[in-house]
Nanobody, 125 residues
Framework: QVQLVESGGGLVQAGGSLRLSCQAS????????QAWFRQVPGKEREWVAA????????YYTNSARGRFSIFRDSASNTVYLQMNSLKPEDTAVYYC??????????????????WGQGTQVTVSS
């Protein structure tokens, strides 16, 4: 049974930083594609960033590129999202996701097999 547990969310002022963590259990995920999504009430879940397992290649949505960084620590089976220069519009529940099949597409939620429970990020102006 694969489980993903996120942590690191919280309240931060605009311009500040947060690091989100997503630790996997039940499977070694260093070779799997992983991603971060976010969601605000009343809107669809939005893809933020992804990392491929085989190559370590990273991908970002336009709003995240240059401010956010996705990386993983294989020893702890954890993927991180470092978020800098946060803006109020980054406020959302952030979810990590895991794709066991390493499909080519990185931004579509339906390609991911497992999800964490979410962690709230609130950026005040």
């Amino acid at each position: 049974q694969v489980q993903l547990v996120e942590s690191g969310g919280g309240l931060v002022q605009a311009g500040g930083s947060l690091r989100l963590s997503c630790q996997a259990s039940g499977r070694t995920v260093s070779s799997d594609k992983q991603a971060w999504f976010r969601q605000v009430p009343g809107k669809e879940r939005e893809w933020v960033a992804a990392i491929r397992g085989s190559s370590g290649s990273t991908y970002y949505t336009n709003s995240a590129r240059g401010r956010f960084s996705i990386f993983r620590d294989s020893a702890s089976n954890t993927v991180y999202l470092q978020m800098n220069s946060l803006k109020p519009e980054d406020t959302a529940v952030y979810y990590c996701a895991l794709d066991l099949h390493n499909t080519f597409e990185v931004s579509r939620a339906g390609t991911y097999d497992y999800w964490g429970q979410g962690t709230q990020v609130t950026v005040s102006s």
